[in-house]
């Protein structure tokens, strides 16, 4: 093993969102790696059928019922997970939701739930574990978020802007967490085949054309593997697939160009 590579086995693993999707694949190969994992979300169904796996590839897996907006609850869980244990090693902050809608489509409501989760269940399961990380100077805090937190897409600003809060949230952890032995990644897949389309009708519809031209889809498995690679190998950012670090890389040089495709190729008021 090399030394700059973490060891997983034996470490405990958070992650959020873990009864679908990218949390539920993530936390499968944590598992496999050894790690003894927290899966947090509010599906009972969907957090048992992860810990069946992970348990089935040789993982340990504890379960909790967890509404990460409501700050109390997730104070709750984060105290039941210390008595048990003790704070854990990894946070993957996955767990999100929110309809794809444009400024004037969403209500105020829908506008502050999106902003929940991801963004405020990110902060909430942090704040919690953070001093103990901080004190013992080590820990590994993982953010998942989107390309449309890099690139504009229209019709999707409830969506978009909570991804931007959770690369913003990514960032001012890097700096504040400098020196202090808390490592932390941003993990950006781009589009994943897992059920968040069924769970946010309409999402899908807007994804601009150009994104599927220039980017393959990816399983929540190929983000899982990815995420876990990203925590052992101490990345700063964990991009997936391959194609998306291109499509990032030519945002970063021609922003108004990959601005312009999007809306040409995405969402128009009217459906025009
Ligand atoms: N799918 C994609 O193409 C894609 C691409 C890039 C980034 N992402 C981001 O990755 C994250 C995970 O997405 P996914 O594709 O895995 O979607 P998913 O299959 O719908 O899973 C979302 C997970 O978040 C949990 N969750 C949502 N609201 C919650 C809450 N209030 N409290 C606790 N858990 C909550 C859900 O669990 P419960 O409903 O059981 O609580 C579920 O486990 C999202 O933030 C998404 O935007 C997705």
Not at 73 to 99: E, F, K, L, S
Request: charged fraction near 20%; aromatic fraction near 6%; glycine fraction near 10%.
């Amino acid at each position: 093993m090399r030394a700059d590579v973490t060891q997983l086995r034996g470490s405990r693993v958070l992650v959020t969102g873990a009864s679908s999707g990218i949390g539920a694949a993530t936390a499968v190969e944590a598992a496999r790696k050894g790690a003894r994992v927290i899966l947090w979300a509010r599906g009972a169904d969907g957090l048992y059928a992860t810990a069946k796996v992970c348990a089935a590839v040789g993982g340990e897996a504890s379960v909790f019922l967890v509404d990460l907006t409501d700050a109390s609850a997730v104070a709750g869980a984060a105290q039941t997970v210390r008595d048990q244990g003790g704070p854990p090693d990894v946070i993957v902050n996955n767990a999100g939701a929110g309809r794809w809608l444009a400024v004037e489509e969403s209500t105020a409501r829908e506008a502050v739930d999106a902003m929940a989760a991801p963004y405020f269940a990110a902060f909430y399961a942090t704040r919690e574990f953070l001093p103990a990380m901080i004190a013992r100077r080590s820990g590994h805090i993982v953010n998942v978020t989107s390309p449309a937190a890099f690139v504009p897409v229209p019709g999707a600003t409830t969506y978009s802007v909570a991804r931007w809060a959770m690369r913003g949230f990514n960032e001012q952890l890097v700096s504040e967490l400098a020196g202090t032995g808390v490592r932390v990644t941003l993990a950006c897949p781009g589009v994943v085949a897992s059920p968040y389309f069924a769970h946010n009708p309409g999402a899908d519809e807007r994804i601009p054309r150009i994104v599927s031209k220039l980017s393959r889809t990816v399983t929540p498995e190929e983000v899982g593997r990815a995420i876990v690679w990203g925590i052992e190998r101490n990345r700063r950012r964990v991009v997936t697939p391959f194609s998306l670090k291109l499509m990032l890389g030519l945002n970063a040089m021609m922003p108004r160009t990959v601005a312009w495709l999007m809306r040409r190729t995405g969402w128009h008021r009217g459906g025009a």
